[in-house]
């Protein structure tokens, strides 16, 4: 699995959704429709293959792809 075959907006969701930002709060940032958002997801998921946010986003720490730390730097999530 690799992010090749992903689209520039595709990889932007995945930012956001690594940044645990909502479907609404992701079509704001991008000035596009919820429902536009949820189209990319859905073609994020058959790309990687994966069935949630939830597996996209442990992919995309997990493979380097996406800092984590700024990540939870810049959402306010704090380890407790």
Not at 16 to 25: G, I, P
Not at 32 to 57: C, D
Request: no cysteine; aromatic share 8%.
């Amino acid at each position: 699995m690799g992010n090749a075959r992903l689209t520039e907006r595709e990889r932007k969701v995945i930012n956001l959704l690594v940044a645990a930002k909502t479907n609404r709060e992701v079509a704001h940032e991008l000035g596009i429709a919820e429902r536009t958002v949820e189209f990319h997801l859905g073609n994020v998921f058959k790309k990687l293959g994966f069935a949630s946010r939830i597996q996209v986003a442990v992919w995309a720490v997990n493979s380097g792809w996406i800092d984590s730390q700024s990540h939870r730097e810049e959402s306010g999530w704090q380890d407790r």
